[in-house]
């Protein structure tokens, strides 16, 4: 019985030492996390503007390999251009990353800027942040989707796997001697959007949107009376053939 309680207060502490409190989210926490899986993105960076006048849609260079739709608390990764010879090592902690995130969560890498080298752009968009295996690791552990500030390669294995991913293009490129983990979990700035480990990534063929942990709450709610109003309207454009009618009736666009 001692040994068992044990394990337990080490798994616990393990977990801890990992994630942001939206990684060892409450029932509450994770309902809200359910409710920005159903709602458009497009509603959340509205909410996010008229609630607090922010922008939280990330570049238009940022697209889904694949149609699709996720939410989940970000677990964040950065590398750094660097030229070496190190190998996978220098690339642990974004594997150390996956492996010890739990389900539902939304891997955010961002692949910063260099001095580069002759034959390689300053652009980590020349770049693959993730390939097959990565979104194999990430398929298997149950993380809702990836968002790459580079891009990605494997892509027909991908596809197969059918793993949500958002980058700025495709590459066949590798990272692997190129660049080095500088961070895990810490705050990065991902295609324009400043996202810190914990903040709801929401993601659909419109783009990703990103709201801070803390905020959550409030916005889903706008977001979910932002759809509602949108989607009464389609209707009544449909009967009266009037979008002016509509906005009169309903107050927006």
């Not at 409190?21 to 709602?39: D, H, K, M, N, Y």
Request: charged share 20%; aromatic share 8%; glycine share 10%.
């Amino acid at each position: 019985m001692k040994r068992t309680f044990t394990l337990v207060i080490v798994i616990g502490l393990i977990g801890a030492a990992w994630g942001p409190a939206w990684l060892r989210a409450q029932p509450a926490e994770v309902s809200i996390v359910e409710g920005f899986r159903t709602v458009e993105v497009a509603s959340v960076s509205d909410a996010m503007e008229q609630l607090y006048g922010q922008r939280a849609y990330m570049s238009h260079e940022m697209r889904p390999l694949s149609p699709t739709k996720f939410a989940g608390p970000a677990v964040t990764v950065v590398l750094k251009r660097e030229e070496h010879k190190e190998g996978s090592s220098a690339s642990q902690g974004m594997l150390d990353a996956i492996d010890s995130s739990p389900a539902g969560s939304v891997y955010v890498m961002v692949l910063e800027r260099g001095t580069g080298a002759p034959g390689w752009s300053e652009d980590g968009g020349d770049f693959a942040g993730i390939g097959g295996l990565m979104a194999t690791a990430m398929k298997y552990r149950g993380f809702a989707g990836a968002v790459i500030d580079a891009s990605v390669r494997d892509t027909p294995q991908i596809r197969k796997l059918q793993f949500p991913v958002f980058s700025r293009g495709v590459v066949p490129s590798t990272t692997i001697n190129h660049y080095r983990v500088t961070g895990v979990n810490v705050p990065v700035t991902c295609a324009g959007v400043r996202v810190n480990p914990g903040d709801i990534v929401a993601a659909d063929e419109d783009g990703v949107a990103v709201v801070p942990a803390g905020k959550a709450a409030d916005v889903l709610k706008k977001s979910q009376e932002l759809d509602d109003i949108e989607h009464r309207m389609i209707p009544f454009i449909e009967k009266f053939r009037s979008i002016r009618e509509a906005v009169k009736q309903f107050g927006r666009i």
